[in-house]
């Protein structure tokens, strides 16, 4: 059974911990869009890591973990992270990289920041990871991919035919040129590094689909930050709706039997854009401060605000989402007050595109807080009256149920709430 976990929000749900708690009772764990602009992270008996690239299922004795072709990979970064994790003793499962896999090579990375910074052009806030040259080089028909890693000849004629259009833009950018020798310098040692990981995701996916294994896909992002059906411009730029995983892996959409939606119990936004339940003031500042609201990428603050069920309702609708994870419902232990937008006043659904979003009148419903730490709990049954109104209020609006409840970070503090 593959199922596919999606963040329904502006990425940052937890998905790396929901994740992570799954892999207990899954064989596979694959990623299957976004690259290194992801950071989820995993508290397992008190030890935190961040993973950028690795699937979550990494730190799971025997779970098989994949990066299908949707997912654009940088060389160096990946290595430092497989290397990191293994001085800690932490690289439990093992690791397959489809050939496929598009490089994010230093032009990447080298345009994406100086996009950001020049002042006639649209800021996005990116994680300055190289993500959006990396998918346009996709599109564009001159992607370097994993496998040509491996066959220097084809490597080098990539990286000349490539950069003579990218110095040509890096120039007009005001930025420094690449020459292709430093380039395939700086990657030799990556290759001998990663060789033993290349492989075929599509094939590993169908091999466990007739084993009949249970399968988790992990989503990066979040469904508001998708390319189509994200708050465009405002977006990344892969496909983070549960669609994606058929085709960043290689397997049958019908294939993807169930999507579960990872939301905050209150929402964040890291990045420019629209964000209509945005908070500032007294609430802010605990949400922020009491859920530890920094970039686990960037370390940059994220933006706060109360949970948007019209957002959600849009997420799951793009999306398909079956079921809620529902995280961090204890972060909002000591708020005198919580409050839900239901709907917007001025829109019957969830506008997508960044204009129209910044114009809607969110309308909300405001619930009693509750003093007691839940964090410790452990059982649902154990929460205060006024946290299950809450949640119960969340499945409500959103008409989805919620199947699980996280009440920290920690891999132990899930909690399934309806099977
Ligand atoms: P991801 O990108 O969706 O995997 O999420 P991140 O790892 O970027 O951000 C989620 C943050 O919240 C991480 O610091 C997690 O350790 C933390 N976290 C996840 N679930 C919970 C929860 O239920 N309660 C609290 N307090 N923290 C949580
Ligand atoms: P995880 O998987 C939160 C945001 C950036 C920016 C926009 C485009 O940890 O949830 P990009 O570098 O992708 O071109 O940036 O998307 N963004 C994320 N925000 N969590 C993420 O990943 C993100 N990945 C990208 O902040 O607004
Ligand atoms: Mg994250």
């Not at 329904?8 to 694959?30: M, T």
Request: aromatic content about 8%; charged content about 25%; some cysteine.
């Amino acid at each position: 059974m593959i199922s596919v976990v999606v963040g329904a929000q502006w990425g940052d749900e937890g998905k790396g911990k929901i994740v992570d708690y799954f892999a207990e009772g899954a064989a596979v764990v694959a990623r299957f869009q976004g690259g290194n602009n992801a950071g989820h992270t995993l508290v397992v008996q008190g030890v935190k890591t961040v993973l950028h690239h690795l699937p979550s299922g990494i730190l799971t004795p025997k779970t098989r973990c994949i990066i299908g072709a949707g997912v654009v990979i940088d060389p160096l970064t990946l290595s430092q992270e497989i290397d990191a994790l293994k001085a800690r003793g932490l690289l439990k499962g093992t690791l397959i990289i489809d050939e496929g896999s598009a490089l994010v090579l230093p032009y990447h990375r080298a345009l994406d920041l100086a996009r950001e910074k020049n002042p006639h052009l649209t800021k996005i806030g990116t994680t300055g990871r190289g993500i959006g040259p990396c998918y346009e080089d996709r599109v564009g028909r001159r992607s370097v991919f994993f496998h040509d890693l491996f066959d220097p000849e084809e490597l080098r004629r990539k990286i000349n035919e490539v950069l003579f259009e990218k110095n040509c833009l890096l120039k007009m950018l005001n930025s420094p040129t690449f020459s292709t020798d430093e380039i395939i310098e700086t990657l030799g040692p990556m290759s001998e590094k990663l060789r033993p990981f290349l492989g075929d995701a599509s094939l590993e996916i169908a091999g466990a689909i007739s084993r009949e294994e249970h399968i988790v896909m992990e989503g990066a992002q979040g469904v508001l930050l998708d390319v189509a059906f994200g708050t465009y411009p405002y977006v990344t730029s892969s496909h983070t709706i549960a669609a994606s995983a058929a085709i960043g892996i290689g397997t049958g959409a019908k294939n993807l039997e169930r999507v579960i939606g990872v939301t905050k119990a209150y929402c964040t936004r890291v990045g420019e854009g629209p964000f209509p339940t945005e908070l500032s003031g007294h609430s802010a500042e605990h949400l922020q401060r009491v859920g530890n609201e920094f970039g686990a990428t960037t370390g940059r603050p994220r933006r706060c605000g109360w949970i948007d069920i019209a957002a959600l309702r849009y997420a799951a609708r793009v999306s398909g989402i079956d079921a809620w994870a529902l995280t961090k419902v204890d972060v909002l232990s000591g708020l005198e007050e919580i409050s839900i937008c239901t709907h917007y006043q001025n829109a019957s659904s969830f506008p997508r595109d960044a204009k129209s979003l910044e114009n809607v009148i969110p309308v909300y419903k405001t619930f009693e807080g509750w003093e007691e730490d839940i964090s410790k709990i452990g059982d649902l049954k154990q929460l205060p009256k006024n946290a299950k109104i809450f949640i119960e209020a969340i499945e409500d609006y959103s008409k989805t149920p919620i199947c699980w409840v996280s009440l920290g970070p920690q891999r132990k503090a899930t909690f399934v709430r309806k099977k």
